[in-house]
């Protein structure tokens, strides 16, 4: 599971959900130094960003967009950052709330987990039935957080799963467990793009 390169977004350090920013010229030239062996399927977020990230890290592999990667949608706060919704009250509530509350005009953490783990159940079916031993999901940080909340060990919380851009992680599971109602991924370690090993 991987998380897509720096857009410029989030260089401001803003909400990026629906809008479909490209990667940074620059960042496509650094990724280019951690391309992945191949694996058997790809999946992306429909996104821009995961879709090139794909391309780079993983050249010439079969490509399946999955529509319910997409990031979360941050309704009111979509592109702006924290110093611009200081003064916002809704954003101060939904500070307070730990993030639990619903988006203004967006989703709520639950409806975005539970739309992320669709996705999530149909690529292990998917894999499942091809037999495929190796996949790699490029998508976005929320969607790698909502996955690996819900069903990650070693358990931790939503936002204990944060990674950076073009970082993630190394899962294991049986698909055939998950599709009979495991649900269970084992994480056995993470991905740094720094040195670009575990």
Not at 51 to 56: D, F, H, L, W
Not at 66 to 77: H, K, R, S
Request: aromatic share 12%; glycine share 10%.
């Amino acid at each position: 599971m991987i998380r897509h390169g720096k857009t410029h977004g989030n260089l401001l350090g803003r909400y990026i959900g629906t809008t479909d920013e490209p990667l940074l010229p620059e960042e496509e030239e650094d990724l280019k130094k951690y391309a992945f062996g191949p694996v058997d399927r790809v999946f992306v977020s429909p996104r821009k960003r995961c879709v090139r990230t794909a391309e780079i890290l993983f050249p010439g592999q079969e490509m399946e967009v999955v529509p319910e990667f997409a990031e979360c949608d941050f309704g009111e706060f979509e592109n702006k950052n924290y110093q611009e919704l200081s003064d916002n009250p809704d954003y101060q509530k939904w500070i307070d709330s730990g993030g639990t509350l619903q988006f203004p005009g967006g989703e709520s953490m639950i409806s975005f987990q539970e739309r992320c783990m669709a996705g999530m159940d149909r690529v292990a079916a998917l894999a499942w039935e091809n037999q495929w031993e190796e996949i790699a999901l490029v998508v976005h940080g929320g969607t790698i957080m909502s996955i690996l909340g819900a069903c990650g060990f070693p358990k931790q919380e939503y936002f204990d799963w944060h990674v950076d851009n073009g970082e993630g992680y190394r899962v294991r599971f049986a698909p055939e467990a998950y599709c009979r109602g495991s649900r269970q991924m084992v994480v056995d370690g993470r991905i740094v793009r720094d040195s670009g090993k575990e």
